[in-house]
T-cell receptor
Framework: DSGVTQTPKHLITATGQRVTLRCSPR?????VYWYQQSLDQGLQFLIQ???????AKGNILERFSAQQFPDLHSELNLSSLELGDSALYFC??????????????FGPGTRLTVL | LAKTTQPISMDSYEGQEVNITCSHN???????ITWYQQFPSQGPRFIIQ???TKVTNEVASLFIPADRKSSTLSLPRVSLSDTAVYYC??????????????FGQGTTLQVKP
């Protein structure tokens, strides 16, 4: 158990819909990262927040947005969903600012299926 | 932008040493190299991290040459439970310090009895 929790575990929805994925980091961790993992794209970094502020942006689509709240939990919002958005979405947390210099602890993931 | 390249798959037998190499062109001066292990339907798990030369912990060693354009994860005496996908991660700082993180495409290691 990494200490990072993600809800829901599974999510099935239809094209065009909007969903929200939730992540609670390990106690004391200030950084939260979101990743998308699909069979053809591998692990893709989406975005990082540090203590409530956006820190780094990766291959995140404009239809996707995220935020980190004062209690440090984070939400990833996916809108106008397309079939290609079906994937496993991971959240990770670390204690420090720079993702590459700190060990990241990954949650169990949310499996999103868009029908 | 940094780009990482790993072999897609490797096979080994129990008790052997396994070396997985990741090439990372354009790695920035301040970037660290990190390796993660992932089992099916689980999130990746940290294995080891290094900046240069050699790093060793209780489960693996990481070798990084002087030019830092590649790194090799070494797993001593693998067992069946080491069957997993292994990813290298480097930071994409570049000249603009974007903080973007680049994972390799992953190496599927199959350990046979």
């Amino acid at each position: 158990d990494s200490g990072v929790t993600q809800t829901p575990k599974h999510l099935i929805t239809a094209t065009g819909q909007r969903v929200t994925l939730r992540c609670s980091p390990r106690s004391g961790d200030l950084s939260v990262y979101w990743y998308q993992q699909s069979l053809d794209q591998g692990l893709q970094f989406l975005i990082q927040y540090y203590n409530g502020e956006e820190r780094a942006k990766g291959n995140i689509l404009e239809r996707f947005s995220a935020q980190q709240f004062p209690d440090l939990h984070s939400e990833l919002n996916l809108s106008s969903l397309e079939l290609g958005d079906s994937a496993l979405y991971f959240c990770a947390s670390s204690g420090g600012l720079a993702g590459v210099d700190n060990e990241q602890f990954f949650g169990p993931g949310t499996r999103l299926t868009v029908l | 932008l940094a780009k990482t390249t790993q072999p897609i798959s490797m096979d080994s037998y129990e008790g052997q040493e396994v070396n997985i190499t990741c090439s990372h062109n354009n790695i920035a001066t301040n970037d660290y190299i990190t390796w993660y292990q992932q089992f099916p339907s689980q999130g990746p798990r940290f294995i080891i991290q290094g900046y240069k030369t050699k790093v060793t912990n209780e489960v693996a060693s990481l070798f990084i040459p002087a030019d830092r354009k590649s790194s090799t994860l070494s797993l001593p005496r693998v067992s069946l439970s080491d069957t997993a996908v292994y990813y290298c991660l480097v930071g994409d700082r570049g000249s603009s310090n974007t903080g973007k993180l680049i994972f390799g495409q992953g190496t599927t290691l199959q350990v046979k009895p």
